[in-house]
């Protein structure tokens, strides 16, 4: 099958997210790094494009060069990933999908919601790809606990207890270092910190799991470092449109923990839990029995597991792979070819929403509001 042409924008040489990308979207052969526009710094950024195999003249030196460059071209790309500061993403994003690219966007997808109503709109009525890497979701396992909830096996869901916490910003004194502080900036972040960064990976993936939206939110937003405008740490109490009841905490400041990314989901006849630094498990106990470890690879999981599984059971698959799942989803939708649930611009629409909702609702001692953008209420 002929090798799909991918540029990226931003994630360049240090980038934290780039080396990841590139990981997944070149892991299953469908794509090939055929064009980018990798740092702010234009020379920085084509010499680097060159030693990672990119033609000189498909190595731009913004986005911009980028755009006129690549849609001329009878072998333009056929995906752009947008790896750059949260508050570039929509403005690269609406451009190449008005030009008639299939675009990845890094989470948050827009720093508003009206850039994220806009978005949703103009991918439909483009028809192209729009995807946001929310990649958690695309970990089998827990495209096995959706699968779980879809088939009944635990009955309807009651709550469901998620958290993204790390500690990797607790110390005080490192505050005014440039990579931790744009974090906690409004001019760079928007109206938010740690929710923005880190919750909103863990509300997208109850969603994911439930196969529900956020309907109503309460929030508490705290900064617990005094030099921070936003919030380090946050507790939302969230209830989805089916009913389900959601406990969602999210922190930067909790020395001691890693990466801190869980879930468990409660229903009527089971239980599970998946957590990011052991992927490939999932804790299953049905009601009265006795808990099982459920093993990636192992028989009887569903397709859509099986499908996403690349080595022998017991062996792990890291974050780079979920990544690399996104991009064997997208793949397969710019093929026109049956592909699993990617997250959508929708996705992003519905994230940006419930960050600003949290963000009223913090503000007003954690009154309940309604989480969903206007255009869905």
């Given at each position: 099958?002929?090798r799909?042409?991918?540029?990226?924008?931003g994630?360049?040489?240090g980038?934290?997210?780039?080396?990841?990308?590139?990981l997944?979207?070149?892991?299953?052969?469908?794509f090939?790094?055929?064009?980018?526009?990798?740092?702010?710094?234009?020379?920085?950024?084509?010499?680097?494009?060159?030693?990672?195999?990119?033609a000189?003249?498909?190595?731009y030196?913004n986005?911009?060069?980028?755009?006129?460059?690549?849609?001329?071209r009878?072998?333009?790309?056929?995906?752009?990933?947008?790896?750059?500061?949260?508050?570039?993403?929509?403005?690269?994003t609406?451009?190449?999908?008005?030009?008639g690219?299939?675009v990845?966007?890094?989470?948050?997808m827009?720093?508003?919601?009206?850039?994220?109503?806009e978005?949703?709109?103009i991918?439909?009525?483009?028809?192209q790809v729009?995807a946001v890497n929310?990649?958690?979701?695309?970990?089998?396992?827990?495209?096995?606990?959706?699968n779980?909830?879809?088939r009944?096996?635990?009955?309807?869901?009651?709550v469901?207890?998620?958290n993204?916490?790390?500690?990797?910003?607790?110390?005080?004194?490192?505050?005014?270092?440039?990579?931790?502080?744009?974090?906690y900036?409004?001019?760079?972040?928007?109206?938010?910190?740690?929710?923005?960064?880190?919750?909103?990976?863990?509300?997208h993936?109850?969603?994911?799991?439930?196969g529900?939206?956020?309907?109503?939110?309460?929030?508490?937003?705290?900064?617990?470092?005094?030099?921070r405008?936003?919030?380090?740490?946050a507790?939302?109490?969230?209830?989805?449109?089916?009913?389900?009841?959601?406990?969602?905490?999210t922190s930067?400041?909790?020395?001691?923990?890693?990466?801190?990314?869980?879930?468990?989901?409660?229903?009527?006849?089971?239980?599970?839990?998946?957590?990011?630094?052991?992927?490939?498990?999932?804790?299953y106990?049905?009601?009265?029995?006795?808990?099982?470890?459920?093993?990636?690879?192992?028989?009887?999981?569903?397709?859509?597991?099986?499908?996403?599984?690349?080595?022998?059971?017991?062996h792990?698959?890291?974050?780079?792979?979920?990544?690399?799942?996104?991009y064997?989803?997208?793949?397969?939708?710019?093929?026109?070819?049956?592909?699993?649930?990617?997250?959508?611009?929708?996705?992003?629409l519905?994230?940006?929403?419930?960050?600003?909702?949290?963000?009223?609702?913090?503000?007003?001692?954690?009154?309940?509001?309604?989480?969903?953008?206007?255009?869905?209420?």
């Amino acid at each position: 099958m002929k090798r799909l042409n991918w540029g990226m924008i931003g994630g360049g040489e240090g980038s934290q997210i780039g080396p990841a990308h590139r990981l997944g979207a070149q892991a299953d052969g469908n794509f090939v790094l055929a064009a980018g526009a990798l740092d702010h710094d234009a020379e920085r950024g084509k010499a680097y494009a060159q030693r990672l195999g990119v033609a000189a003249d498909r190595a731009y030196g913004n986005w911009q060069d980028m755009l006129e460059g690549e849609k001329g071209r009878d072998d333009k790309v056929d995906l752009v990933t947008v790896a750059t500061p949260n508050s570039t993403h929509f403005e690269i994003t609406k451009s190449f999908l008005e030009a008639g690219f299939n675009v990845l966007c890094e989470k948050p997808m827009t720093m508003t919601v009206e850039e994220g109503e806009e978005i949703v709109k103009i991918a439909a009525k483009t028809g192209q790809v729009c995807a946001v890497n929310y990649c958690y979701s695309a970990y089998p396992m827990v495209r096995e606990m959706r699968n779980i909830v879809a088939r009944g096996d635990i009955g309807k869901v009651r709550v469901i207890v998620v958290n993204f916490s790390h500690g990797h910003h607790g110390d005080a004194a490192d505050a005014d270092n440039p990579r931790v502080r744009w974090r906690y900036d409004p001019a760079m972040a928007g109206v938010s910190g740690q929710f923005a960064d880190c919750g909103i990976h863990a509300m997208h993936l109850a969603s994911f799991i439930a196969g529900d939206e956020v309907k109503t939110l309460s929030a508490d937003f705290a900064s617990t470092i005094s030099s921070r405008v936003l919030e380090d740490d946050a507790m939302v109490n969230f209830r989805m449109e089916g009913g389900t009841i959601g406990r969602l905490w999210t922190s930067s400041v909790a020395i001691g923990r890693q990466h801190g990314f869980e879930i468990q989901v409660f229903g009527e006849t089971g239980g599970m839990k998946w957590w990011a630094e052991q992927p490939g498990q999932v804790m299953y106990t049905p009601l009265g029995g006795r808990t099982q470890i459920m093993e990636k690879g192992e028989a009887g999981l569903s397709d859509e597991a099986g499908r996403l599984s690349r080595v022998a059971i017991a062996h792990p698959e890291g974050f780079p792979m979920a990544v690399a799942n996104i991009y064997v989803d997208l793949a397969a939708a710019i093929r026109g070819e049956t592909h699993g649930a990617y997250p959508t611009a929708m996705d992003g629409l519905r994230s940006m929403s419930a960050v600003h909702q949290c963000v009223a609702s913090a503000k007003a001692d954690g009154a309940w509001v309604d989480a969903r953008p206007a255009s869905l209420r």
